[in-house]
């Protein structure tokens, strides 16, 4: 750093650059009160040479992995879903083992490439680098940073049009592929259910009575609703008191689609086989499928619109014929003319 008179107010000023690299300027306002000495203005720029020092020193030791530890610690342990969270810290922390957090933005921007070559959905990728800019949050609280590199981090673009679904046929090969039983039981249960994943978390036995299922749904709605037998007896072989963990079950999951040659699917896919197989059973309305997904709106139920069988069917082609007829009876007119001036 070295110090400078600014030619307009005549105070003094220093720049510096920051753990990241990047230059940064120490005004007179906020370090350097005005009427001191050229000598006093030195003394200011070697307390905060020290401070920046203090700063570095301490970020060099930290890693990415201690930072994220700190994370999920003091923050992530009180959110929903912590299993999930940190199932997916695991990832991020195998890959970014030993690295540095005064790194972290390059270092996230590597992560989030390998994640997109590894074919991993952009909601997954998305959720792990959140992670890590908890762990650049923290970091900065604890001084391991001068900066929050929080908002460096950015987040790969989500297309929220995927609707992917199993055939019938597909479902019978997932099943049969797979070898796990309690892993088979919540494949079937969750097809047969439309559970989201985190509903399935909550969900205990009692839940299941007489028949119906009652989910503990999005932002504390519930929803209750009747269930067919095969989800009844798959649900009687699903050990509630102990779940399996997501990351098992996808494990499990994973393999039986892969030997039943089932490309691009996931285990919420099971959710949208739900919902497409009940709309294109016919006796399901569109405000029915809502209810029963649980949908706060109906713009989110639109996307199965589509596969409903529609009872307009005859409309078109009865306005179609509407409109024969009426050229029909032009033409006859024409030729009634016709005849007239023959």
């Known amino acids: 750093m070295s110090v400078t008179k600014n030619a307009k107010t005549g105070r003094y000023q220093c720049r510096f650059y920051d753990p990241a690299g990047n230059e940064k300027q120490y005004t007179s306002k906020k370090y350097f009160p005005s009427g001191i000495t050229k000598r006093e203005a030195e003394k200011i720029e070697r307390a905060l040479v020290d401070s920046i020092k203090e700063v570095q020193d301490r970020s060099s030791e930290k890693s990415i992995e201690f930072c994220i530890s700190l994370y999920m610690d003091e923050y992530a342990k009180s959110l929903e879903g912590y299993k999930t969270i940190e199932s997916h810290a695991k990832q991020v922390t ?82 049969k592929h797979c070898d796990n039983e309690e892993a088979r039981s919540i494949i079937i249960f969750r097809t047969m259910t439309g559970i989201r994943n985190k509903e399935m978390e909550r969900l205990q036995r009692s839940d299941i009575s007489k028949g119906s299922l009652t989910i503990d ?41 892969k030997k039943a040659k089932i490309l691009d699917i996931n285990l919420h896919d099971l959710r949208h086989t739900f919902a497409s197989w009940l709309a294109q059973d016919g006796d399901c ?28 069917d005859g409309i078109a082609s009865s306005l179609s014929a509407y409109i024969a007829d009426d050229d029909d009876d032009k033409m006859a007119k024409a030729k009634d003319n016709l005849q007239l001036v023959e």
Do not use: C
């Open 94 to 175: 195998n890959y970014l083992d030993g690295e540095l957090i005064n790194d972290v933005t390059s270092l996230a921007a590597e992560f989030r490439g390998s994640q997109l070559r590894d074919g991993k959905a952009a909601s997954t990728i998305n959720k792990r680098l959140s992670i890590i800019r908890g762990a650049a949050t923290i970091a900065h609280e604890y001084g391991y940073t001068e900066g929050n590199f929080n908002s460096t981090i950015k987040n790969v673009p989500v297309r929220n049009s995927r609707s992917r679904w199993l055939t019938k046929n597909q479902y019978k090969e997932l099943i």
């Open 217 to 257: 749904g999005k932002n504390g709605k519930f929803r209750t609703f009747k269930i067919n037998k095969e989800a009844l007896e798959a649900a009687m072989l699903i050990n509630f008191k102990n779940k399996m963990s997501y990351d098992v079950l996808h494990g499990h999951f994973n393999n039986a689609a």
């Open 285 to 312: 309305t569109l405000h029915q499928l809502q209810q029963v997904m649980g949908h706060s709106t109906i713009n989110m139920t639109l996307k199965y619109a589509h596969l409903i069988p529609s009872s307009l």
